[in-house]
């Protein structure tokens, strides 16, 4: 079946510095979704990429497909406090969601 | 517009009970997806309804069941608990089938003694 993997599972930076985590399946995906969950809280929303090559950004958040439909990440540009949380990938086959197990990020102040 | 809303918010069984979670959709959300998230496991797949079908299942056993009704209003069985099946249950909506942007609700903590 299809999997997901996503690298790292930790990531500990300095308030400020930059943090990136990547998304690789097994299959071609349809599309590729971010979700953010907070410590306590359930996963929200981020944003969905659909187009080979696809680049979004949000704000210091900037978030890539690959060429190939089967890659993707998340970069965020001088991370705050704000950013702390557990970050998944879910890529879209037919019908199913998987989820990648997600990178912790915590920020030192 | 109200959220995704699951209830109840904790749970703590015994080994061997059976326990039934339920979920409502957000108003409109004919889709109900639900997950099991652990420590070690991240979110993984339990099934997927849209429109009263179960339209996808992941790899669990046949102990975890589950049904959406003509309200979208979904629920989540687990018969025979193990000691394993604790964990955080998360259902989630989409406006239609599954691989559409998910609108979780806050889990269900189940805890197995």
């Known amino acids: 079946g299809q999997q997901v993997m996503q690298i790292p599972q930790y990531q500990h930076v300095q308030e400020g510095e930059d943090f990136t985590t990547y998304c690789n399946s097994s299959?071609?995906?349809?599309?590729i979704q971010w979700y953010k969950q907070r410590p306590g809280g359930h996963p929200v929303f981020l944003i969905q990429l659909v187009k080979s090559g696809e680049v979004k950004k949000q704000k210091r958040l900037t978030f890539q497909f690959g060429e190939a439909k089967k890659n993707s990440s998340l970069h965020i540009t001088a991370t705050q406090t704000t950013d702390v949380g557990t970050y998944f990938c879910?890529?879209?086959?037919?019908?199913?969601?998987?989820f990648g197990k997600g990178t912790k990020l915590s920020v030192i102040p | 517009k109200a959220g995704v809303t699951q209830t109840p918010r904790y749970l703590i069984k015994t080994r061997g009970q059976q326990v039934t979670l339920s979920c409502s959709p957000i108003s409109g959300h004919r889709s109900v997806s639900w997950y099991q998230q652990t420590p070690g496991q991240g979110l993984q797949f339990l099934f997927e309804y849209f429109s009263e079908t179960q339209r996808n299942k992941g790899n669990f056993p046949g102990r975890f069941s589950g049904r959406q009704f003509s309200n979208s209003r979904s629920e989540m069985n687990v018969s025979t608990l193990e000691l394993g099946d604790s964990a955080l249950y998360l259902c989630?909506?989409?406006?239609?089938?599954?691989?559409?942007?998910?609108?979780f609700g806050s889990g269900t903590q189940l805890s197995v003694l």
């Open positions: 299959t071609t995906l349809s599309n």
């Open positions: 879910g890529g879209a086959g037919s019908y199913q969601l998987t």
């Open positions: 989630a909506s989409s406006l239609s089938q599954l691989a559409e942007k998910l609108f």
